[in-house]
């Protein structure tokens, strides 16, 4: 069944990614940046979009939503919990994602800073990743992969359960959080 499906996941996380959404160990508000609201009320109109119907945001920028089961059976009803800040290490201001397609080995060189470089030798599980896509930051700013690829992965299965109904399952929780 997943041959009829394109993933969106890739795309996704590189849309996702370039929303800032660093957090403020400093602040004293919660959620400790307002800019991290842009990106839940960007994941709460994306879920209504697929046909989500419950889809709820609040004032602090969690979203909530609910998969409605395909089943009558009963089944457990399973959580997909995700956060959408980034870590304030580095900067998360213009964030510029690049698809590697095919990575063949070789050393990467992130343009915006050419000093950093990813090889196999300081990254030995990058073997396992050759002929597969890596998404890397082009050197001067945080990716944000910590935990925008979970976002992007739950807005992924989220887009496939609602496309295909034949499919049974439970309900099915979304809750992404800020900070």
Do not use: W
């Not at 046909?51 to 457990?76: C, F, H, K, R, S």
């Amino acid at each position: 069944m997943f041959h009829q499906y394109s993933f969106t996941v890739a795309e996704r996380f590189m849309r996702y990614v370039q929303i800032d959404t660093q957090s403020d160990p400093h602040s004293i508000r919660f959620p400790s940046t307002e800019k991290q609201k842009k990106l839940s009320i960007l994941l709460a109109d994306e879920l209504k979009a697929m046909g989500i119907d419950a889809v709820e945001t609040d004032e602090y920028g969690y979203v909530y939503a609910t998969i409605p089961a395909t089943t009558n059976e009963v089944l457990p009803v399973i959580c997909f919990c995700s956060h959408i800040d980034t870590a304030p290490d580095c900067s998360g201001t213009n964030v510029k994602p690049i698809l590697h397609k095919n990575y063949t080995g070789q050393v990467i060189v992130l343009p915006d800073d050419p000093s950093q470089q990813i090889s196999i030798e300081a990254y030995p599980y990058l073997e396992k990743q050759i002929g597969k896509e890596i998404i890397t930051a082009s050197g001067l700013t945080l990716l944000g992969a910590d935990d925008k690829s979970g976002v992007a992965i739950i807005m992924d299965m989220a887009h496939y359960l609602m496309k295909h109904p034949e499919l049974p399952h439970s309900n099915k929780k979304i809750l992404f959080t800020p900070e």
